[in-house]
């Protein structure tokens, strides 16, 4: 995979938990955007790195050899009649929102997640957050409801709007989505 432009995009491996740590640690500690409360270790995000690149997907952007972003697909649910629907996310260093990182990174991902069978993409966005939802709106994701005071971080209560786009046509699935080989 790569990105036109000055970055890479490509899977993640272990090797990149540190930086994807680094890149996640004040979006948990000083912002509402996650719900998460404590910042993972290198080691706790190596683990979830394994596990999306498994089933789903863990893609970073890379600028001048620094992770500079990352995107991931994740279990929408546990539910079996859920296996088809997953959710995705994207971190990216301070400074580099609006510039095309998180575009380049869903464009990358979202084709990985079709191939794999899934048909539908969520995305929760916890309100206010006008860039987030405009970018997944660039991608023909709609709006299908607001959890409304669902999380309290930072002494306040906050809402999540949830987005949904179909990845793949509706036709009867012959197997659940594929594992990575």
């Known amino acids: ?3 036109s432009g000055n970055g890479n995009i ?7 938990a540190a930086a994807c740590a680094a890149i996640y640690a004040p979006y948990v500690t000083d912002t509402t955007i996650t719900f998460e409360t404590e910042p993972p270790t290198a080691a706790e995000m190596a683990c979830r790195i394994e596990a999306a ?3 789903h997907a863990w893609l970073v952007l890379e600028v001048d050899g620094e992770v500079v972003g990352y995107a991931y697909g994740t279990e929408h649910r546990t539910r079996a009649a859920y296996r088809w629907a997953c959710d995705a996310s994207i971190y990216l260093q301070p400074g580099r929102r609006r510039t095309g990182a ?3 990174l869903y464009a990358a991902l979202l084709p990985i997640l079709a191939a794999r069978g899934y048909r539908r993409v969520m995305g929760g966005v916890t309100q206010p957050n006008e860039a987030s939802m405009g970018l997944h709106h660039s991608f023909g994701f709609t709006d299908v409801g607001t959890y409304h005071k669902v999380g309290w971080k930072l002494g306040a209560w906050h809402d999540v709007t949830w987005l949904q786009l179909d990845l793949t046509p509706d036709e009867d699935p012959t197997a659940p989505p594929a594992e990575l080989g």
């Open 53 to 55: 690149n498994e089933r």
């Open 1 to 3: 995979m790569a990105m």
């Open 10 to 16: 490509r899977r993640a491996t272990a090797d990149d």
């Open 102 to 104: 998180g575009r380049a």
